[in-house]
């Protein structure tokens, strides 16, 4: 029997669980705060920072939102960040990517307060994750740690491989599963469009990860018998449907499911784990920096 990981239940235990620490926090008179930044009128981009600011409502965060015009010069946004650095209401923040071309988006990362940045990508966050001492660890990454645990997928002494080597998923997760710790200890194979024989990678992996964006590349052909399949991406493909489109992953979740111990599907699996330890980090960075331990889920 296969496995399917049910993203949206650990989540819903996840967010329940931060909505006791927040009540704890207002004990002491702290209201977590969380704020975006969207520069320009992304539709994509519109949608996810309202999920944001809904979740935030949700479990009792102040959600802040800051709209900057798409023309905007990169001062301007610079003067933003400024702002909210110096924000005591604001324990978190994250400027939404993409960011319009004159923007460098390197730039605006490192001027982020790095006790701030809930996404956990500014420089000093990624070079502490990568020394084994994050503060802050990535969404994504840290959601798919939190299902292994949850679903006694065990990844020390593991082959994973992971596909796709992005800043913000495929880097990080090959950190933290290749850490001295628990949620580590394993064999990492990190592939991406240049890789030669990709199956070859993924065949004789315990667990593959996907997170290259390119719909249904990874199939039931390419992963053994049991292994433990994690769908990270998300496309939107156009059907005759009513809403016009359906949320498609890299993996074709039919044919993997046949092989597969464990996957996640799509939508309802990493999806709304990234969104839940987005609150997770918000409500770290609160707990933190007003100096008042909470206990965390
Ligand atoms: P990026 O586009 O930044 O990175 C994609 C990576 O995949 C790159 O490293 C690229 O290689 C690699 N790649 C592209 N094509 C292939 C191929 N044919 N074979 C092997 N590797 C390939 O994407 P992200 O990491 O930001 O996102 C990946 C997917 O995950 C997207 O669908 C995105 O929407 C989704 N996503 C989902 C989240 C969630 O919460 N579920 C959160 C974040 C992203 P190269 O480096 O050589 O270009």
Redesign the pocket.
């Known amino acids: 029997m296969t496995t399917i990981i049910d993203g949206d239940r650990i989540a819903g235990e996840i967010r329940g669980a931060l909505e006791e620490s927040i009540g704890a926090l207002a004990d002491h008179g702290v209201t977590p705060g969380l704020a975006t930044v969207l520069v320009g009128d992304d539709p994509a981009s519109q949608t996810y920072v309202n999920m944001k600011q809904r979740d935030c409502e949700e479990v009792g965060i102040n959600g802040i939102h800051v709209d900057i015009d798409g023309d905007a010069s990169p001062e301007e946004l610079y003067d933003t960040i400024e702002e909210l650095n110096a924000d005591p209401e604001v324990h978190g923040y994250l400027v939404q990517d993409p960011v319009p071309e004159q923007i460098d988006y390197r730039e605006v990362l490192r001027r982020i307060d790095p006790a701030k940045d809930a996404d956990g990508f500014h420089p000093e966050n990624v070079g502490r994750l990568v020394a084994g001492n994050a503060r802050f660890k990535p969404c ?1 990454p840290h959601g798919i740690q939190k299902l292994f645990s949850e679903y006694d997928i065990e990844t020390e002494g593991a082959d994973v491989t992971v ?4 800043d ?3 880097k990080p997760m090959a950190n933290l599963l290749m850490q001295k710790s628990q949620g580590g200890n394993a064999t990492v194979t990190v ?5 030669e024989n ?1 199956a070859e990678k993924t065949r004789r992996a315990d667990v593959v990860i996907a ?4 719909t249904e ?1 990874i199939d039931g052909s390419m992963i053994s018998e049991g292994a433990t399949v994690i769908d ?4 939107r493909v156009e059907t005759d449907s009513e809403k016009g489109y359906e949320l498609v992953g ?1 993996v074709d979740f039919e044919s993997a499911k046949e092989k597969a111990g464990a996957i996640t599907p799509v939508p309802g699996g ?2 709304p784990m ?1 969104r839940a330890m987005l609150l997770y980090n918000t409500v770290k960075a609160a707990s933190e920096s007003e100096g008042v331990p909470v206990e965390l889920p």
Do not use: E, M, Q
């Not at 596909?163 to 992005?166: L, P, T």
């Not at 990270?232 to 496309?235: A, C, L």
């Open positions: 994504t596909v796709g080597r992005s913000i998923v495929g592939c991406h469009s240049r890789t990709l997170a290259c964006g390119v590349l990270v991406g998300i496309s890299d990493v999806g990234t």
